[in-house]
């Protein structure tokens, strides 16, 4: 049954919430989230500025997630714990801070910040830098009241995780915390046939835009692996995501191939996965908790120096895509 529209507007009406007076918002944000000058808005991840990627790449992607956000009429919300106090909303200072916490990652001081995270690193006070995981954000971004958050990749089971039980906290985040994820699925370095079936376990609704049904595999679009719901376009997405929420109040994953021109250097990344996750195993990095994933993405920047700009290419995408999706849910919400 196709839910008429004035279900989905009070639907999405009541999802409105006013951001938990703990948050520290930028004036940009703040206006979006206040009623007489509401716009849309997409959330954006610190974790990979901090720990994700290499500096200054990781200051020019950061700034060109937020520009891209703009260019299709949404307001960006970076997400991070500085000096005690959640911000949503940076300013271009502050993207900066961040973004040289990675100018040397044998002593970056950021601290990768996932929901366990969070309390301990806003108590250590000024001088402090969290960069947000999917999980993180995800938490801050509901506080706020944003629903729409862009990222490149989803953490998501281990491999090997039947002995080192190494599971994102970001999947269990997604069964809780009711904000949509626009990602290009997680990395092939994890174990993506048991991630999804993770994802089912709790209850969270994953959507491709991949017309066939096939879920991406982050640095290529085909991972062989099909969900049973496909996504068409902004508008189908956000027709998705309010019918979702009316009273579920798990997340939602949509996940958007990388566009195909990458798929021949996607092919090669996959080739030098094997090589990074034995690595790790050998050297004893997949039993070092919340260093394995940095790991793994430093040494297959290592292995094949184009996948950066894979990584660039598809988050961007991503951050379109979110932005897209907010308009629409913007025009729905009026
Ligand atoms: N996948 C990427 N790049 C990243 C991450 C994942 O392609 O930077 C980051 C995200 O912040 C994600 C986190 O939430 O890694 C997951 O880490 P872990 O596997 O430790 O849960
Ligand atoms: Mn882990």
């Given at each position: 049954m196709v839910r008429s529209s004035s279900m989905l507007r009070?639907?999405?009406?009541?999802?409105?919430?006013?951001?938990?007076?703990?948050?520290?918002?930028?004036?940009?944000?703040?206006?979006?989230?206040?009623?007489?000058?509401?716009?849309?808005?997409?959330?954006?991840?610190?974790?990979?500025?901090?720990?994700?990627?290499?500096?200054?790449?990781?200051?020019?992607?950061?700034?060109?997630?937020?520009?891209?956000?703009?260019?299709?009429?949404?307001?960006?919300?970076?997400?991070?714990?500085?000096?005690?106090?959640?911000?949503?909303?940076?300013?271009?200072?502050?993207?900066?801070?961040?973004?040289?916490?990675?100018?040397?990652?044998?002593?970056?001081?950021?601290?990768?910040?996932?929901?366990?995270?969070?309390?301990h690193v806003l108590a250590k006070g000024k001088g402090t830098v969290g960069g947000t995981t999917v999980s993180g954000t995800m938490v801050l971004a509901h506080m706020a009241g944003i629903k729409i958050f862009a990222t490149g990749g989803i953490g998501g089971v281990h491999r090997g995780a039947e002995s080192t039980m190494d599971v994102s906290a970001d999947l269990t985040e997604l069964g809780r915390t009711p904000v949509a994820v626009f990602c290009s699925g997680p990395k092939s370095i994890l174990d993506i046939p048991r991630t999804l079936e993770v994802l089912e376990t709790h209850g969270v609704s994953v959507t491709t835009f991949n017309s066939t049904?096939?879920?991406?595999?982050?640095?290529?679009?085909?991972?062989?692996?099909?969900?049973?719901?496909?996504?068409?376009?902004?508008?189908?997405?956000?027709?998705?995501?309010?019918?979702?929420?009316l009273g579920l109040e798990s997340g939602q994953v949509f996940a958007n191939p990388i566009p195909s021109e990458w798929n021949e250097v996607g092919a090669r990344i996959q080739q030098s996965v094997e090589q990074a996750v034995r690595e790790s195993v050998e050297q004893g990095i997949a039993k070092r908790g919340k260093e394995v994933t940095p790991w793994l993405l430093k040494r297959l920047a290592e292995l094949i120096p184009e996948s950066k700009k894979s990584n660039r290419a598809l988050v961007v995408n991503n951050a379109k895509k979110a932005a897209q999706v907010a308009v629409e849910l913007h025009h729905i919400e009026k």
């Open positions: 009070q639907a999405a009406q009541s999802l409105l919430r006013t951001p938990h007076p703990a948050l520290l918002l930028s004036s940009a944000v703040r206006s979006a989230l206040t009623p007489s000058t509401k716009a849309p808005l997409v959330a954006l991840e610190s974790t990979i500025i901090t720990h994700g990627l290499p500096y200054p790449l990781n200051l020019e992607v950061a700034q060109e997630l937020e520009q891209t956000i703009i260019d299709h009429g949404a307001v960006p919300a970076t997400i991070a714990l500085l000096d005690g106090k959640p911000l949503v909303g940076l300013d271009q200072p502050q993207l900066e801070r961040l973004a040289q916490c990675a100018i040397d990652q044998t002593k970056n001081e950021a601290i990768k910040a996932s929901r366990r995270d969070i309390a049904g096939e879920f991406p595999a982050f640095y290529t679009s085909n991972s062989g692996l099909y969900v049973p719901y496909a996504g068409t376009d902004a508008q189908a997405a956000a027709s998705i995501f309010v019918n979702h929420q």
